[in-house]
């Protein structure tokens, strides 16, 4: 199909590396930064940076290769307007959105380790996950740890259960870098998808909690999850560009297990992109469709459900969709003298009994 894509044009015409995976493109010198490959469209995601936008937001926040941003609106425009009237801004390029040379997901060709230590003390150690939990999330296949990177894989299931896609988070810190630890989504995975569990049966499910990443689906269970029984828990890798996964998410989960949405909890990060996705969500549009009762959870302390976890304050503001305003709920910080505090406080026990001895190569 041939698409034409402003940002990718202009990435051309700047110099400025990318790759085309599926259904998206990404620079090569930030591979968060996502371009979906839509027909009309033209926008990016920049996951871990919490941004979005078109060419100008594009113009005045990329930097790399090379470019160096613009400084401000006039010269943002000033730049746009060259590009526009060069001959590469009307180029057109053939994508495949089906075939090729990207390959359907295949768990079975992942080679997993089966003592997944690794990974069980990242996710204690440096994200506060309780050992009982992670433990279990490994032993039910919500979890799996790649043998050769130990990157943890966040399993997306289908309404069959079949697995679709993954999360993938390193564990092993990467010095010298702006992202600590490796971070993507597994190539072929499902499009509008993500990593979802669920508390209670899921043929019973009547509730659904959405947040951005994997880690904080977790945490959000671990710090509120028992206070909703029959609920799926799910993340959307992202926001703001991602209420499609949203839909997709409430489908899969809930109406083709043969239940009615009772309760949507949007529990988005507390920076300006969880914003933009409530905004989107708030719009008639939006919410003609969707006349269930609809709530946006907040954390309290810190911009995340994690930083909360890390932080021991665990709290949150819940309000009706229709009633929130984003001005209502400043943004509060975690304490700096008591985040990551337990990474000091280590168990009197071996939290995991899956930790190889020394007869276990490493």
Request: charged share 30%; glycine share 6%; aromatic share 12%.
């Amino acid at each position: 199909m041939e698409v034409k894509n402003e940002i990718l044009n202009f990435m051309d015409y700047a110099g400025i590396n990318y790759k085309i995976e599926g259904h998206e493109a990404y620079t090569v010198v930030h591979d968060s930064l996502k371009i979906p490959l839509k027909p009309g469209k033209s926008y990016f995601n920049w996951y871990s940076q919490g941004k979005w936008g078109h060419l100008p937001e594009f113009v005045m926040n990329f930097e790399g290769d090379g470019f160096k941003p613009a400084p401000n609106k006039r010269e943002a425009f000033k730049l746009i307007k060259e590009f526009r009237q060069s001959k590469g801004a009307k180029r057109k390029r053939d994508i495949e959105y089906s075939g090729g040379e990207t390959k359907k997901f295949d768990f079975a060709t992942i080679n997993q380790e089966t003592a997944p230590w690794r990974s069980m003390e990242y996710l204690y150690e440096k994200r506060g996950l309780e050992p009982k939990f992670i433990k279990s999330l490994f032993e039910s296949g919500l979890l799996a740890e790649e043998k050769q990177h130990h990157n943890i894989l966040f399993l997306w299931r289908d309404a069959k259960n079949h697995k679709i896609g993954a999360d993938v988070q390193g564990t092993v810190k990467q010095e010298g870098k702006k992202r600590p630890y490796f971070k993507m989504i597994k190539p072929g995975s499902a499009r509008d998808y993500g990593f979802s569990f669920n508390y209670g049966s899921r043929l019973a499910a009547d509730k659904l909690v959405i947040t951005e990443a994997p880690i904080d689906a977790l945490s959000y269970f671990q710090s509120f999850g028992k206070e909703l029984p029959n609920t799926v828990f799910a993340s959307i890798s992202g926001s703001s560009t991602k209420i499609d996964s949203i839909d997709n998410l409430i489908d899969q989960t809930v109406i083709q297990q043969g239940n009615q949405l009772k309760e949507l909890h949007i529990a988005v990060d507390n920076d300006e992109a969880g914003q933009n996705t409530i905004k989107k969500l708030q719009e008639p549009e939006w919410r003609d469709k969707h006349p269930f009762n609809i709530i946006v959870d907040i954390p309290k302390f810190g911009k995340d459900w994690n930083e909360q976890v890390q932080d021991k304050r665990i709290d949150k503001y819940s309000i009706p969709l229709d009633d929130y305003r984003a001005s209502k709920f400043p943004m509060l910080k975690a304490s700096p003298t008591k985040k990551r505090d337990r990474q000091r406080e280590k168990s009197p026990e071996v939290p995991f009994a899956a930790r190889p001895s020394k007869a276990i190569k490493r």
